[in-house]
């Protein structure tokens, strides 16, 4: 079965500085990838997703992800944040030939931007 | 469109006692998902259906339950409940055609037993 390690359970940054939120994967066949936000006292929203082709991704808020199969890793970067970008993030991956097998989803990443 | 909604946003239940946590969705989707949400642990799959009439259980469905008679409606069911059972609670769905599962939540029902 697939499954997925987010390496960082918090991540304080300084507005405007750059940020990268790590994300491995286990897998020995292809996959979808997955990151998905959330805000504080909200539901979680999708950021970007990798589902083929180009293996830079970009999303929505000027973040972006780099899918490295060798590295068995989805990456999430942003080049400068700010203090709206304070949130928990989620990476997420589904086989691609799963059939009705759900996604898997690791367990977050908090990022604090600090003013 | 609602997207996917909930109800309701917040409810204490002492324990032994039941409830039904309301979800809906209007964007026809065949898949539907009961996740909670417990701090430090990310998202746990309670339970799933892949359409009306079908569910299958995920990863922590002990003590819920749930029923899929329509395309829309996926309540969850709490019989027992137990302090375990305090969390945050997130209903989702998803069109799940070529396997690409862009999931769509709810706000969420914050649930506390006491």
């Known amino acids: 079965a697939q499954s997925v390690t987010q390496l960082d359970s918090q991540v304080p940054v300084f507005e405007e500085a750059p940020v990268e939120l790590r994300c491995n994967y286990s897998?020995?066949?292809?996959?979808?990838l997955f990151w998905y936000v959330q805000y504080p006292n909200q539901g979680l929203q999708l950021l970007l997703k990798?589902?083929?082709?180009?293996?830079l991704v970009k999303g929505i808020n000027g973040f972006e992800a780099e899918f490295n199969k060798s590295q068995t890793s989805f990456h999430l970067r942003k080049p400068s944040v700010h203090i709206s970008d304070t949130a928990e993030y989620f990476c997420a991956v589904i086989l691609w030939n799963s059939g009705n097998t759900p996604l898997v989803f690791g367990k977050g990443t908090r990022l604090s931007v600090i003013a | 469109n609602a997207g996917v909604t909930q109800t309701p946003k917040f409810r204490i239940l002492k324990i032994g006692q039941s409830m039904t946590l309301q979800c809906t969705q209007d964007m026809n989707h065949n898949y539907m998902y009961w996740y909670r949400q417990d701090p430090g642990m990310g998202l746990k799959l309670i339970y799933y259906s892949v359409g009306a009439g079908i569910t299958d259980k995920g990863e922590v469905p002990n003590g819920y339950n749930v029923s899929r008679s329509t395309t829309e409606d996926f309540p969850l069911r709490l019989e027992l409940a137990a302090p375990s059972q305090t969390s945050v609670y997130f209903c989702?769905?998803?069109?799940?055609?070529?396997?690409?599962?862009?999931?769509?939540f709810g706000p969420g029902t914050r649930l506390t037993v006491l």
């Open positions: 897998s020995s066949v292809s996959v979808y």
């Open positions: 989702a769905s998803s069109d799940k055609r070529g396997g690409r599962d862009t999931q769509y």
């Open positions: 990798y589902l083929s082709g180009s293996t």
